[in-house]
């Protein structure tokens, strides 16, 4: 079954400073990776997601790499905020698995003002 | 005009009982899931279920069966409860058709066995 290691476990940024955060994953079948913001107490949130057709994707102060030939893929935020303060989570998910995502061990970013 | 809800948001029991968590999505999709969350924050697929197959990770205890009495639902239901078992666990959704699309997350239950 596929496997997702997710890095940094935690991170401690600057408000204003860039946050990368990396992960890699082991079954070539994967196409699908979402990136999951998960606030206290609360469902983890989408946030950005990247097909496999696909190398990199941008939305504001987000964006996401896609390196399928070294499976792995990564999160940027620029310009960090407190409110992006929150654990994130990657995860991989192909059709022939039912969809089902795989996650990450999780990152907690802390944005420090 | 929650899109994925679950009740309860907490539930505390004792070993040996027997509960059920519910989850509803609004959102048309044809695929529910249900994730169990430890307390290092690890979250693991349990089940995929849509009107056609269920999906069941090995890992899952055979005491953990899903429930869906309409497209609508996914209930969570969990015999002879464990200590193992406290966790929180959260309902999702998405619509598959013919391929990988995003999931939507409900608020998690937190489930305490005592």
């Known amino acids: 079954g596929e496997n997702v290691e997710q890095h940094p476990s935690t991170l401690s940024v600057q408000e204003g400073d860039s946050a990368v955060i990396k992960c890699t994953y082991s079954d070539s079948a994967s196409n699908y990776f979402p990136w999951y913001k998960q606030e206290l107490g609360k469902g983890p949130q989408l946030i950005i997601d990247?097909?496999?057709?696909?190398g990199e994707k941008k939305d504001q102060r987000i964006a996401v790499t896609l390196n399928k030939t070294a499976k792995h893929f990564s999160l940027h935020i620029t310009e960090t905020q407190p409110e992006d303060s929150a654990v994130y989570f990657c995860?991989?998910?192909?059709?022939?698995?039912?969809?089902?995502?795989?996650f990450g061990g999780g990152t907690r970013l802390m944005v420090k003002p | 005009d929650t899109a994925v809800s679950q009740t309860p948001k907490y539930l505390v029991t004792q070993m040996g009982n027997d509960k059920s968590i519910k989850c509803e999505q609004n959102?048309?999709?044809?695929?529910m899931y249900w994730y169990k969350q430890d307390s290092k924050k690890f979250l693991k697929i349990m089940f995929s279920y849509n009107n056609k197959e269920l999906i069941i990770n090995e890992t899952v205890p055979n005491r953990f069966s899903p429930k869906s009495p309409d497209k609508a639902h996914l209930n969570l239901h969990i015999n002879s409860l464990e200590l193992g078992d406290s966790a929180v666990y959260f309902c999702?959704?998405?619509?598959?058709?013919?391929?990988?699309?995003?999931?939507?997350f409900g608020p998690g239950t937190r489930l305490t066995v005592l």
């Open positions: 990247i097909r496999s057709n696909v």
């Open positions: 999702a959704s998405s619509q598959t058709s013919g391929s990988v699309s995003e999931q939507f």
């Open positions: 995860a991989a998910s192909s059709w022939n698995a039912g969809n089902m995502l795989t």
């Open positions: 959102l048309g999709h044809d695929t």
